[in-house]
T-cell receptor
Framework: AQSVTQLDSHVSVSEGTPVLLRCNYS??????LFWYVQHPNKGLQLLLK??????LVKGINGFEAEFKKSETSFHLTKPSAHMSDAAEYFC????????????FGKGTKLSVIP | GAVVSQHPSRVICKSGTSVKIECRSL??????MFWYRQFPKQSLMLMAT?????????EQGVEKDKFLINHASLTLSTLTVTSAHPEDSSFYIC????????????FGPGTRLTVT
């Protein structure tokens, strides 16, 4: 079965400190993996994607993620949190086959403390 | 690029009436569009997959006669909630995929439906 697990439902960091949002996946195939961000009452914005090219992926707003096949992980990081980063983050998986349906993690709420 | 719009952003309707939500890809042609539903503080739940010019594929448990989906062109898909009930109140989000071989989806801003 294919699935994605976000290990933390809520992460709280101080402004200016590093951000780490954890995601593990389970797949029999080479996956495509994404991180999306959702601000309150808004749609989802694509932060970055991994589609079997470089394992270290750089996204928008200073975020990056590293695909580690040996650990089946795709953790999202940012060196220095900004107040505007406070939002819900979803790790998303696509098997890359058929209709390319997305499987969503349950989400991690990031709070940034001034 | 890759902008998806939804209209309306908010709608309030009375029980028993129908409401239509539009999803448009503004700067690309979307061969496939998706409709999701999101409950408060929860993740997105896929309702249906819509391919241009063909019938939508509904996920298990989603009533196709209640949630009518039309994808008449490469830039427009509509979701009509028929005979709405208060339990249909939710945040509905559409997304679009740009073409074959590209798995990422671009999401609209969502529509908040409240049924009174």
């Amino acid at each position: 079965a294919q699935s994605v697990t976000q290990l933390d439902s809520h992460v709280s960091v101080s402004e200016g400190t590093p951000v780490l949002l954890r995601c593990n996946y389970s797949s029999s195939y080479s996956p495509s993996l994404f991180w999306y961000v959702q601000h309150p009452n808004k749609g989802l914005q694509l932060l970055l994607k991994y589609t079997s090219a470089a394992t270290l992926v750089k996204g928008i707003n200073g975020f990056e993620a590293e695909f580690k096949k040996s650990e089946t992980s795709f953790h999202l990081t940012k060196p220095s949190a900004h107040m505007s980063d406070a939002a819900e983050y979803f790790c998303v998986f696509s098997s890359g086959a058929g209709s390319y349906q997305l499987t969503f993690g349950k989400g991690t709420k990031l709070s940034v403390i001034p | 690029g890759a902008v998806v719009s939804q209209h309306p952003s908010r709608v309030i309707c009375k029980s028993g009436t129908s409401v239509k939500i539009e999803c448009r890809s503004l700067d690309f042609q979307a061969t496939t569009m998706f409709w999701y539903r999101q409950f408060p503080k929860q993740s997105l739940m896929l309702m249906a997959t819509s391919n241009e010019g063909s019938k939508a594929t509904y996920e298990q448990g989603v009533e196709k006669d209640k949630f009518l989906i039309n994808h008449a062109s490469l830039t427009l898909s509509t979701l009509t909630v028929t005979s709405a009930h208060p339990e249909d109140s939710s945040f509905y989000i559409c997304s679009a995929r740009e073409g074959q071989g590209r798995p990422e989806q671009y999401f609209g801003p969502g529509t908040r439906l409240t049924v009174t």
